[in-house]
């Protein structure tokens, strides 16, 4: 049952932003103060569609974290992209269901529609959809004969949604851009990445394998106009140079990659991304991270990425504007003294609030992260951050729904 109360992001957060006379501008800013924390919700990690179908099925039966699979509903968890809505909603893509195409055949792909109550701490789950082929758009053979798409068919990681209100939602297993009308119907075949083969890629015959597997798209920017998408892979494609991933230019209108392509470096190799989102026609903020989490969790990071390339060095430029193992919390929000840190293993949201406010979400991994307290499953952790200054963010991003 939904809460009646609403607090709405923008009164929550509102700040004023001030551009000092003679100071650089946010592209030209080599470094940032520490982020502060100004808001926390959770939701729990037990959190469950109403009525919905069982899943879990081929995880076995033996206690993960606590939790013992397989589950009488489906869990909503695994948040890898997420959405701002007028209202003070959000909508959260869930992924691919338990990590591999193999157990997650029985988890229903959806976009769920979320609340955070910041006054209270708490999130309210107000709606969702499921994602489905009904029009018969994917050419290989889908899990269900009812054509409702499961995480055993793609590993959706990233989304965003254009003026008419449509999503674009990017895809680990082809990889592919998967088209669906507002009630999560597909419009269109799926449309592959020219040249880049995953291993589940169900289309590629004896073509191998060129990317390593769920190292799709990961993250998905749209352009200030909305009229291009920005898929960025996760993983390196063979024959690249270790830790490069690349980022492709989609043109939304003609329907096609247009043949643009950027290159962003991870700090190491053994990093990822998890997620990517617009500031401007030549901007983008990009969650990187590592595989750690709890103590071993040390590099969660949201750089500001110019495509620009101002040191001529083939790849975006990287600019570090929140680390987000060393929030400041002096007022205390999260709980947890005068420092927080976001210690989970995979962090796949970011979403501009305003000019200086970021909101960022975990992706939990239900039941197999956690990175919060050892032996209990992560929550969705939702926060809100204040960066030490102004990103100079274009307009039509900060108007965005």
């Not at 919700?41 to 939790?67: K, Q, R």
């Not at 209100?165 to 088209?179: A, N, S």
């Not at 983008?284 to 750089?303: C, H, M, S, W």
């Amino acid at each position: 049952m939904a809460r009646s109360k609403r607090v709405g992001l923008g009164a929550a957060v509102a700040a004023l932003t001030l551009t000092l006379p003679g100071a650089a501008s946010a592209a030209e800013r080599s470094t940032w103060d520490r982020a502060e924390l100004l808001k926390f919700a959770a939701l729990p990690a037990t959190t469950f569609v109403p009525g919905s179908e069982p899943s879990g099925s081929a995880l076995g039966a033996a206690p993960v974290n606590g939790i013992t699979p397989p589950f009488a509903d489906q869990p909503i968890q695994g948040f890898s992209g997420i959405l701002r809505n007028p209202d003070g909603t959000f909508d959260v893509l869930s992924d691919n269901g338990f990590g591999n195409r193999a157990n997650s055949a029985d988890f229903l792909l959806r976009v769920q529609r979320v609340a955070p109550d910041f006054a209270i701490g708490a999130v309210d789950v107000v709606g969702g959809i499921n994602l489905t082929d009904p029009y018969g758009k994917v050419p290989f053979p889908l899990t269900r004969a009812d054509r409702v798409l499961t995480g055993a068919d793609f590993d959706v990681e990233s989304i965003t949604r254009t003026a008419d209100g449509t999503y674009w939602i990017g895809d680990e297993f082809g990889p592919y851009l998967l088209h669906f009308d507002r009630a999560g119907r597909l419009l269109q075949a799926p449309v592959p990445l020219p040249g880049v083969f995953a291993p589940e890629n169900p289309t590629r015959g004896t073509t191998p394998a060129n990317l390593a597997g769920s190292k799709g798209f990961e993250g998905m920017a749209q352009s200030p106009d909305g009229g291009t998408l920005y898929p960025l892979l996760e993983g390196t494609v063979v024959g690249d140079p270790a830790g490069t991933l690349r980022l492709n230019e989609f043109d939304v209108e003609t329907n096609a990659y247009t043949g643009r392509r950027w290159t962003y470096a991870l700090d190491a190799p053994g990093h990822a991304i998890g997620d990517a989102i617009m500031v401007d026609r030549d901007r983008f903020l990009i969650i990187e991270r590592d595989n750690g989490q709890g103590p071993t969790a040390k590099v969660k990071r949201i750089y500001l990425a110019d495509k620009r390339d101002r040191d001529r060095d083939g790849r975006l430029d990287k600019t570090l504007v929140a680390d987000l193992m060393n929030i400041a919390d002096p007022r205390h929000v999260g709980g947890f003294g005068g420092t927080f840190t976001f210690p989970f293993q995979t962090i796949e949201d970011v979403v501009i609030l305003d000019d200086r406010t970021l909101a960022v979400v975990n992706d939990n991994n239900f039941p197999f992260s956690a990175g919060r307290t050892a032996g209990q499953p992560d929550n969705n952790e939702f926060i809100v951050i204040r960066l030490d200054r102004g990103l100079d963010a274009d307009k039509r991003i900060l108007r965005r729904y």
